[in-house]
């Protein structure tokens, strides 16, 4: 969101509490008077993540309807459409790339995913649907996934990824 879009309001009567309203493109944050401007400099930056976020979820449902036609896609090739799942994109898996929970059929697939290439999105799908047969990572699950003909190379790109992702926590720590 650019400053520009982002109004501020102090007000004398509030206390505590700190709000947003987001009309036609604009956020107004309220805060409490007596802020300091170090105070407020962190509150703006929250609530916009906060706001961001929402409209992440808001707009997922497009995403979602991409994802199980995909998914389903990919049921009918590997699996013979012998699969029955739901499955959608979240947003609070911040160290997998996806996960299924065997006992209801759910597969939730990490949001950070959709700037991968296609054929790595592919592979975690399979991946997980793999798991609806074999909830573990015994020898028949990896048969199954290695069905799929680019697996190896995605799993390839999935720990470079990892060891990026680790690299830059562990330097944003220093």
């Not at 805060?31 to 409209?55: A, F, S």
């Not at 209801?104 to 697939?109: K, Q, S």
Request: net charge positive; charged share 25%; proline share 3%.
């Amino acid at each position: 969101m650019r400053p520009e879009d982002i109004t501020i309001i102090r007000s004398t009567r509030r206390r505590k509490t700190i709000q947003t309203k987001f009309c036609e493109g604009h956020l107004w944050v309220y805060l409490p008077h007596g802020m300091t401007t170090e105070e407020e400099g962190r509150w703006v930056t929250r609530m916009v993540k906060r706001h961001e976020r929402i409209q992440q979820r808001h707009s997922r449902t497009r995403s979602d309807r991409w994802l199980s036609v995909r998914a389903h896609g990919l049921n009918d090739k590997y699996f013979q459409g012998s699969l029955s799942f739901s499955i959608r994109f979240v947003t609070n898996q911040q160290s997998r790339f996806g996960s299924c929970t065997h006992a209801d059929h759910t597969i939730r697939i990490s949001d950070h995913v959709k700037d991968f290439p296609l054929w790595v999105r592919d592979y975690i799908i399979v991946h997980e649907l793999a798991h609806l047969l074999y909830p573990n990572h015994s020898k028949k699950f990896w048969q199954v996934v290695y069905c799929y003909p680019y697996a190896e190379r995605a799993r390839g790109y999935l720990l470079a990824v990892s060891d990026l992702t680790s690299q830059k926590k562990n330097n944003d720590a220093d």
